[in-house]
């Protein structure tokens, strides 16, 4: 007896990727993930655009993590420039990172993961037989957004972001009226802890390399040292020997492997590695959800997703109570102290670590760019995942196999038109 | 039509971030009733379930490859109304940037030797490939010009996309010009829509909605030089988003013997 799973385009996740399997004599014969997105060549164009564009242009190469992209193509730039951005930029760039992370999260616990526990192709009909639940999202996205869109213009595609800091300010107004409407989002942040709780997550587990950023003064989403959960630890300059990346004919993304066959970025990598300076609510509700370092059930990445919406929540409080009692100054962008060089910039986005790096020339234009994106680092050990899980639910109907095959590559949260204008091999 | 007299809309994506179908999701926030005049039957990035019986069809993205182009034309063939959704869709938007570059270098600069495993060409709108009945520009696409154009869709009215430059929508705003402020900008040749969202936000217009019907072009070029920008750097603003438009002008130009 035979069985092919093939699922053409698997909806609910960002861009095009297909799932291959094929069970012969209940034997797996066949397990691929396909990536079939376009190939997008952001690299190959930056070369040649000013680096004041950079952050404009790459941007563009993701509508979820925009602001994350942003962000670190300025860190780039600013370390080839030898630009230190003052104290209030990193402020409101951690306030308007923490809108795209709870903006992403809340988009894929509610809208992608979800309708997968309540038996619906969608969130659309969860809007009649759940409105609850589906306002609460709607609610929360709209005030992620509204962070975003108060610091740098909105958060697809962010625009007052600039080399060396801000071209717009939001006024103490503003930012006192987010305050209180964060604070009163926690009753929607319980909420989301709770409907995560009560959810079935599928029973797997799977070790594998866990790899994060990490910071001695704060859970890292922005710069930081390359952590790794086996006991690797590098300055981000050296990411190269984690990433490793490597071509197959399948996927027009690269794959990644470093110590193991296979390793993993994302929330649950950070979960894993920094669990240990979230905010205080943000350690109760992974009590709630039962989630003890270190987590190696895929399935769960969306539930330390939960736990970061509950720190991003609080941090975001205590960021606008730093920039309120320090006063909002508008200030000129710091000027580049030298023209040329190279510079690395890494951020924690929604997915996992991603890099920046740039190569500067003396007229202020790029000569070479590498991306290193979250969700290339992930499709080795999403394979290594399916190659483990397969085994385990071959009992099953196709279609109950399907499912759970589409479960655990929505529980990557992958973000496949990110994946495909991967990197240059070589240094220019 | 479906039975409940709602139409049928589907969204379909190619060449793109997805951040305008994201800003689709986001126009829900506050304008939850469009729901309810409308039947989504495809959305691969928010839902399962999909028809293939839809009256209007909203696409995202630009064409990057040949394979692409009967996914396209099996759309047109279905759907009585096309329309382009954003840049990326409306003028080929950042991805024709790779045009600046021969297409064979730009392939092996990041596949390397294995730059032959995947298929991809010149960046194009979608009107290169198929007839496109509206666009709704930007990028991303401005969510309270999307609602606008649903409703006039549904209302069988052409959907209002202004026709003159952000300067107007920008002076609207009382912001002060960004000429004055020691910077530069391409608002009086961008078409407006926007409510001149970046020099709102400090920043300058990169005419990612593309241009009016009738720039002044070299009146826009005369003011940037006079605001120090080198003819590299001129050119540098004009490509950001409509490297295919400059391009087909020039090919144009040079057809006609000017």
Redesign the interface.
Same mark, same amino acid.
């Given at each position: 007896m035979s069985t092919r799973i093939d699922v053409h385009h698997v909806t609910r996740v960002e861009g095009h990727g297909n799932i291959v399997v094929g069970i012969a004599n209940g034997k797996l014969e066949e397990c691929r993930f396909d990536v079939v997105e376009t190939p997008r060549f952001f690299e190959a164009m930056l070369r040649g655009r000013p680096y004041q564009e950079a952050s404009h242009i790459t941007s563009r190469i993701c509508g979820i993590c925009a602001t994350g992209h942003a962000t670190t193509s300025l860190r780039a730039c600013e370390k080839a420039l030898g630009i230190l951005p003052s104290d209030q930029t990193v402020l409101l760039r951690k306030l308007s990172f923490h809108g795209e992370i709870l903006d992403s999260h809340v988009l894929h616990v509610y809208m992608l993961v979800a309708p997968d526990f309540l038996g619906v192709g969608s969130v659309i009909p969860l809007a009649s037989s759940h409105p609850e639940v589906v306002l609460r999202a709607l609610r929360m996205k709209k005030l992620a957004g509204d962070l975003c869109a108060a610091v740098s213009g909105r958060h697809t595609h962010p625009i007052a972001m600039t080399v060396g800091g801000f071209t717009h300010f939001p006024k103490p107004g503003e930012l006192e009226s987010l305050r209180k409407r964060l604070e009163d989002c926690r009753a929607d942040v319980d909420a989301t802890i709770e409907l995560c709780a009560s959810l079935p997550w599928p029973q797997f587990e799977r070790d594998t390399e866990y790899v994060s950023l990490t910071r001695p003064d704060e859970y890292a989403f922005i710069d930081g040292e390359i952590v790794t959960s086996d006991g690797t630890r590098l300055p981000i300059e050296d990411y190269r020997q984690v990433t490793n990346e490597y071509l197959v004919q399948h996927s027009s993304a690269k794959f990644t492997r470093h110590q193991r066959e296979s390793l993993m970025v994302g929330a649950l990598a950070r979960f894993n590695n920094n669990h240990a300076q979230l905010h205080p609510r943000a350690k109760a509700a992974a009590v709630a959800l039962g989630l003890t370092p270190k987590v190696t059930n895929t399935f769960l990445n969306t539930a330390a997703q939960a736990v970061e919406i509950v720190h991003c929540v609080e941090d975001a409080i205590q960021v606008i109570d730093q920039l309120l009692e320090r006063g909002i100054t508008p200030e000129e962008p710091v000027p580049p102290t030298k023209m040329g060089g190279e510079g690395v910039g890494a951020c924690e986005v929604p997915r996992g670590i991603l890099i920046h790096h740039y190569w500067i020339g003396e007229d202020g234009k790029l000569t070479g760019a590498n991306c290193i994106i979250p969700t290339n680092q992930n499709i080795a050990n999403l394979e290594g995942d399916m190659r483990t899980l397969v085994p385990q639910i071959l009992h099953k109907p196709a279609e109950k196999i399907r499912l759970d095959l589409e479960m655990l590559v929505r529980a990557y949260d992958p973000c496949i038109s990110c994946s495909v204008h991967v990197a240059k091999l070589e240094r220019p | 039509m479906s039975q409940n007299q709602k139409p049928k809309i589907a969204f379909f994506?190619?060449?793109?971030?997805?951040?305008?179908?994201?800003?689709v999701?986001?126009s829900?926030?506050?304008h939850?009733e469009l729901?309810q005049v409308v039947e989504?039957v495809q959305? &691969?990035?928010?839902?399962? *379930?999909?028809g293939e019986d839809y009256l209007v069809a909203f696409i995202e993205g630009s064409c990057?490859?040949e394979s692409?182009e009967a996914r396209l034309k099996a759309i047109r063939q279905q759907a009585a109304v096309v329309v382009a959704l954003g840049t990326c869709a409306h003028l080929g938007?950042?991805?024709s940037?790779?045009a600046?570059?021969p297409l064979d270098?730009?392939?092996r600069?990041?596949?390397?030797d &294995?730059a032959d495993?995947? *298929?991809?060409y010149d960046a194009r709108p979608i009107e290169a490939v198929i007839p496109v009945d509206f666009a709704i520009p930007g990028?991303?696409i401005d969510r309270n010009e999307f609602v606008a154009c649903v409703k006039a869709l549904l209302l069988g009215k052409k959907p209002p996309i202004p026709d003159y430059p952000v300067c107007v929508e920008c002076k609207l705003k009382e912001n002060t010009c960004l000429f004055t402020r020691g910077k530069v900008c391409l608002g009086p040749v961008t078409r407006a829509g926007c409510d001149a969202?970046?020099p709102?936000?400090?920043?300058s217009c990169?005419a990612c909605r593309g241009f009016i019907t009738n720039p002044n072009d070299s009146s826009m070029r005369d003011v940037l030089a006079q605001h120090g920008l080198s003819v590299d750097?001129v050119t540098?603003m004009y490509t950001?988003f409509t490297t295919y438009q400059v391009r087909e002008k020039l090919m144009q130009a040079e057809a006609s013997g000017r």
């Open positions: - | 994506d190619f060449t793109s971030c997805e951040g305008c179908q994201l800003t999701v986001d829900l926030q506050t939850p729901l989504i959305f &691969r990035e928010a839902m399962t *379930e999909r990057t490859r692409d938007g950042v991805n940037l790779k600046l570059h270098e730009v392939r600069y990041v596949y390397a &294995r495993w995947y *298929e991809t990028c991303p969202i970046c709102t936000y400090g920043q990169e750097q540098s950001m």
